[in-house]
């Protein structure tokens, strides 16, 4: 076969193309220190990465919302503890002032003045808040949720965030539940406005508290006690004297600091979950990282060799290429 001058510089051409493309990808590599920088060097492994990185984002925001959670809850369970508090320093002076032999009208008027305050505290402590959001208002947290008279004014909406691939988690506690020992019963005598008109009411006790999820109406349920009414309860029975008053606020004490105990409990659960979910987002993050340096990340000392190998392969190409084509013809090529 005849071999013509053409097929010679096509074959020059061609293989100092190929070797100068070698290089040139290699520089890049060596440059960037990554072996993928175009999609086109690996269309699978590019997939992955792109895939990789987005699930890094999304776990990144996870952690963002974590982070809010547990700033909320952990004040939560800060102010439910400063409420506890409040309510066993009422419960000693009620235990103190039970008895007609221990106390006399000027010490209940003095200790009065203390409960007054414990009162005022309990009402600040409910209206805590972190930045502009109050804590124990529900969904309205732009409001105080607890008046200056005692009286709750927030809701009872659970505000959920995802910390997680469809997790979700309640970052606030309400106030209808932090401050009421039964917070879903409801006064006996409120049956009576929602039967029909000709239906007759049952006889029941309208100072008995009946349950408000399609309960029956005779079921007895636990008495609903709230912390400020009983603070006020305190107040007005040491202002007038009102021993047998003093000594019903003691049990009902007990039951709202157990209530107080299981809210932080609840809270701590919460708290312990927001950790765990973390450290999993944090080990899941590790191990996608590795993994996409494995796809994406050049190997440095195989690049260096790589790149002395195809520049030795580039030199003898053009010391082959001068054997091949005459000088003359080389220069009127180019």
């Known amino acids: 076969m005849r071999v013509t001058e053409n097929s010679n510089y096509d074959t020059v051409r061609g293989s100092i193309n190929r070797s100068k493309e070698k290089m040139e990808h290699l520089q890049g590599q060596n440059a960037t220190l990554k072996k993928l920088n175009t999609p086109s060097d690996d269309p699978v492994g590019a997939s992955k990465v792109l895939e990789i990185r987005t699930d890094k984002v999304n776990n990144d925001q996870f952690q963002m919302n974590s982070k809010l959670a547990e700033t909320f809850l952990d004040n ?8 506890a508090d409040i309510v066993v320093r009422a419960k000693e002076i009620a235990l103190g ?4 032999a221990s106390s006399n009208d000027d010490t209940r008027l003095g200790v009065s003045e203390e409960v007054t305050q414990l ?12 930045g502009d959001r109050y804590l ?27 910390i997680g691939k469809d997790v979700f988690i309640s970052m606030n506690v309400p106030g209808h539940e932090a401050f009421n020992t039964n917070p879903k019963s409801r006064p006996a005598n409120q049956y009576r406005n929602q039967q029909p008109n000709n239906a007759q009411p ?11 999820d ?19 309860n305190l107040r007005i029975g040491l202002l007038t004297g009102d021993l047998n008053g003093i000594r019903n606020t003691l049990d009902r004490f007990d039951q709202i600091h157990g209530k107080l105990i299981a809210m932080r409990a609840k809270v701590g659960s919460r708290i312990q979950g927001l950790n765990s979910t973390s450290q999993s987002l944090e080990r899941h993050n590790i191990t996608n990282a590795q993994l996409g340096s494995s796809i994406e990340d050049a190997d440095m000392a195989q690049v260096v060799s790589d790149l002395n190998k195809e520049e030795t392969v580039f ?16 220069d009127f090529l180019k």
């Open 97 to 100: 002032q039970a008895s007609g």
């Open 214 to 232: 399609g309960d029956e109406p005779n079921a007895p349920q636990p008495e609903n006690v709230n912390v400020f009414d009983e603070l006020q």
């Open 136 to 162: 124990f208002g529900g969904y309205k947290t732009d409001k105080a949720p607890i008046e200056p008279d005692g009286k709750y004014r927030g809701d009872d909406g659970q505000m959920m965030v995802e």
């Open 315 to 330: 030199r003898s190409a053009l010391a082959s290429s001068h054997k091949l084509i005459q000088p003359t013809l080389m």
């Open 119 to 130: 009162f005022q505290q309990a009402v600040t402590t409910g209206n805590r808040r972190v």
């Open 202 to 212: 049952p006889q029941v006790d309208p100072n008995r508290t009946l349950a408000s």
């Open 76 to 83: 939560s369970d800060i102010a439910l503890g400063e409420l």
